[in-house]
């Protein structure tokens, strides 16, 4: 271990700059100048960081997409008798409702124990709840073992942008997250695929459950021997190995020393000042200092203008991502087209996950270069016409929608163009909701300053979840007791809403370094300081 003071004797060999600070003037001509980031290809040390921590992604995608073709598949396995309603909706929800509850301990976690240690304990649960779901025989070590994976999917979802965004160089950092949305749709669709296979075997739906466990485990023999994040090393006090790491992530850069040292110094001239701050008020009994910590976090986090900010944004765009309805898609959509008479619901349920895996592969490809902000702005009103339009259809036909199982007024009415009409309009709507809205809230690590970083993440991924949660409850309700067109016009409501607040609080952060966010949410929402800049 090696103290700050040593730093500067061990660090690279040129002369420390000074580190970014927090003036609204976020970003100066040298910063441009000096920037590593725009001419360079990032090298495959990166790669290998992000693809390891994205494996939590594709547990993430697959233990929440298996679930549709594991209930219709078990039959009388557990307990000996047929699934109940209630026993259904349990099993789905509780992975939600775990998962809401461990994100914001998350956030306490990943700061006192490290980015990389939670997600190797993530790990463990994600193995331990799928092993449990496939050996298990009662319908309630079927609910233990889906929570056990909630708590595992709400740790990772929290930790993993956040080590990702921590590692990434500024000019890659949108894609490099993607990477894990993309591994969080790759895995649906993995889960949709597999859960095909086996659907027809008896006793399949043990190893839909039970094939989760393998990611896992390789993720945590892979993560053994990768390094933590260099922001988190530095709060940690570990300067060197938080030099090792830069120069390796850095390494391709023409001057990689001299970049190594200015994002060497934005980070520790945030971890000094914390560090100033933590000192200044110490807990009376040392033991509980990690709670004193803890709690003077929560406060920097509520009542500092910047933060608190920051935080309204991360949980007004993971709401919205939630909000918007999309997963009533990803859990439901065999039910909505069995409805609609397709002859095989659950291969049409396979073109909502496809598209979502394609669209959130285009998003890799753009956002950095169109800009997180913009390309929110562009996909949500196309959420919105979809919706409208699928609305409109589903009104053109007649459904009784009732809940178990949906039922026909009149079959031959059915059978016109609509369905296939309302089958179009919900592809198009996950297109747009894959290029924006899918992914970009997932970026949220990026608008906190480091002290808040794991904590803000936290909430916001719990607001995630919790409105994954009031959607799976309340998707099938409002169909049957609202009809599906105002529950599609309630969607479409929700995106135009969203759109309002995208468009008059959410700054433009592509390419910005982490450091250098602070500065733009100082003293208000900084868009239109964003916008200046450019992308
Ligand atoms: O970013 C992901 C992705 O869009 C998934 O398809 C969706 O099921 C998740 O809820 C979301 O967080």
């Known amino acids: 271990m090696t103290s700050r003071e040593e730093l500067d004797t061990s660090g690279p060999n040129v002369p420390l700059l000074a580190p970014t600070d927090a003036s609204p003037d976020f970003r100066d001509a040298d910063d441009e100048a000096l920037d590593p980031d725009l001419s360079y290809s990032e090298g495959w040390f990166i790669w290998i960081l992000t693809f390891s921590a994205g494996i939590s992604g594709l547990l993430f995608g697959y233990d929440t997409g298996v679930i549709s073709s594991t209930l219709v598949t078990i039959g009388s396995d557990l307990s000996n008798r047929p699934l109940t309603t209630i026993d259904e909706s349990l099993i789905t929800s509780c992975t939600s409702l775990f998962a809401l509850i461990a994100s914001p301990f998350t956030g306490v976690l990943a700061d006192k124990y490290g980015r990389r240690r939670v997600i190797l304990v993530a790990d463990i649960l994600f193995a331990l709840g799928a092993v449990t779901q496939a050996f298990t025989s009662r319908v309630w070590w079927m609910i233990v073992g889906r929570s056990i994976v909630g708590l595992a999917v709400g740790s990772a979802s929290a930790v993993t942008p956040l080590y990702i965004a921590e590692v990434a160089p500024s000019h890659a950092r949108g894609r490099l997250v993607t990477i894990m949305c993309l591994l969080i749709t790759g895995g649906q669709v ?13 006793g399949g739906w043990r190893w839909i459950v039970g094939l989760g466990a393998v990611p896992a485990i390789l993720q945590f023999a892979v993560l053994l021997v990768l390094p933590e994040t260099p922001r988190w090393l530095i709060q940690a006090g570990h300067d060197s190995q938080a030099v090792a790491v830069l120069t390796r992530i850095y390494q391709n850069c023409p001057e990689c020393d001299r970049v190594v040292n200015r994002v060497l110094c934005g980070i520790r001239a945030e971890a000094t000042q914390e560090t100033e701050e933590m000192d200044r008020s ?81 998003a890799f490809a753009f956002i950095d270069r169109i800009g997180r902000r913009r390309i929110l702005l562009y996909s949500i009103p196309v959420m919105v016409l979809a919706l ?14 009732g809940s178990q199982p ?88 929700v995106c135009a809403v969203g759109w309002v607040a995208v468009h008059r609080i959410y700054p433009e952060m592509s390419g910005l370094g982490l450091e250098e966010v602070k500065g733009l949410l100082a003293n208000g929402w900084g868009v239109k300081e964003s916008l200046r800049r450019g992308v």
Not at 347 to 354: C, I, K, P, Y
Not at 388 to 401: R, T
């Open 388 to 401: 409208c339009s699928c609305a409109i259809s589903f009104s053109s036909i007649d459904i009784a929608w």
């Open 190 to 202: 993995v889960a949709y695929v597999v859960g095909w296979l086996f659907s027809q075997k008896s």
């Open 406 to 493: 949906p039922t026909h007024q009149d079959d031959a009415e059915n059978h016109t163009i609509y369905p296939l009409l309302i089958l179009f309009c919900l592809t198009v709507y996950t297109a747009a909701y894959a290029f924006g809205l899918g992914n970009v809230p997932w970026q949220q690590s990026e608008l906190f300053p480091l002290n808040v970083r794991s904590l803000g993440s936290g909430l916001a991924t719990a607001t995630n979840w919790g409105s994954n949660f009031v959607v799976g409850l309340t998707f099938l309700p409002m169909m049957e007791w609202m009809s599906p067109t105002w529950t599609f016009v309630i969607y479409a409501g």
């Open 282 to 362: 110490k807990a009376s009994n040392a033991n509980l200092q990690w709670l004193h910590d803890a709690s003077q976090r929560t406060q920097d986090l509520f009542y500092t203008g910047g933060n608190r900010r920051a935080l309204i944004i991360a949980m007004m765009l993971q709401g919205l991502q939630q909000l918007c309805g999309f997963n009533s898609l990803m859990y439901f959509s065999g039910i909505i087209f069995k409805t609609l008479s397709f002859s095989s619901p659950t291969l049409t349920s396979l073109t909502v996950a496809v598209t979502n895996f394609l669209f959130t592969l285009l």
